[in-house]
T-cell receptor, first 115, second 112 residues
Framework: NAGVTQTPKFQVLKTGQSMTLQCAQD?????MSWYRQDPGMGLRLIHY???????DQGEVPNGYNVSRSTTEDFPLRLLSAAPSQTSVYFC??????????????FGPGTRLTVL | AQSVTQPDIHITVSEGASLELRCNYS??????LFWYVQSPGQGLQLLLK??????LVQGIKGFEAEFKRSQSSFNLRKPSVHWSDAAEYFC??????????FGAGTTVTVRA
């Protein structure tokens, strides 16, 4: 199993450009999520999904869109990039059962710079 | 809403010495608690987790954590650190809606 994969690993954008960060998992996990990591702030939840066709907002959703058309994929879209979106982005997945106790598996991250 | 505080931004420890990382949480119900480790340039890896039962939890890589409800704490410990333990450590609290809230992290430096 490849686990959780993210592409690209690095990206530089200009203000106002759009792009999609890709995330895929091959573990048949129902739950997937996107976090951003900024120095001194830990990881903050952007959006999450508890299954195909279901998404919801996390702590910092503004400026980001997501969709979940398949169990495997959970792309994150930046509609009009801003310098404040410069960050490291992590995708994570886990089994969704009756307990939120399940381990979340993290991808290697995408380092995004917006100029 | 839940929240996590990690009071120590950076800790330096000698190889072979003991390590303790502090974590305090705020959550109205019984918390799901986690410790993750992030090596430089890598994603996060779960060290251990706690929901109920024995308040002393054993994890991977020789780490353990103790849940103290009266202090709202979930401190991580290791009796003898190795140079490979140099990393950033995150405490997290989970809620019934599957959201994880992370602390700001503690960076551990190991000196020879």
């Amino acid at each position: 199993n490849a686990g959780v994969t993210q592409t690209p690993k690095f990206q530089v954008l200009k203000t106002g450009q759009s792009m999609t960060l890709q995330c895929a998992q091959d573990m048949n996990h129902e739950y997937m999520s996107w976090y951003r990591q900024d120095p001194g702030m830990g990881l903050r939840l952007i959006h999450y999904s508890v299954g195909a066709g279901i998404t919801d907002q996390g702590e910092v959703p503004n400026g980001y869109n997501v969709s979940r058309s398949t169990t495997e994929d959970f792309p994150l879209r930046l509609l009009s990039a801003a310098p404040s979106q410069t960050s490291v982005y992590f995708c994570a997945s886990s089994y969704r059962t009756s307990s939120p106790y399940n381990e979340q598996f993290f991808g290697p991250g995408t380092r995004l710079t917006v100029l | 809403a839940q929240s996590v505080t990690q009071p120590d931004i950076h800790i330096t420890v000698s190889e072979g010495a003991s390590l303790e990382l502090r974590c305090n949480y705020s959550y109205g119900a019984t918390p799901y608690l986690f410790w993750y480790v992030q090596s430089p340039g890598q994603g996060l890896q779960l060290l251990l987790k706690y929901f109920s039962g024995d308040t002393l939890v054993q994890g991977i890589k020789g780490f353990e954590a103790e849940f103290k409800r009266s202090q709202s704490s979930f401190n991580l410990r290791k009796p003898s650190v190795h140079w490979s333990d140099a990393a950033e450590y995150f405490c997290a609290v989970g809620s019934n809606d599957y959201k994880l809230s992370f602390g700001a992290g503690t960076t551990v430096t190991v000196r020879a």
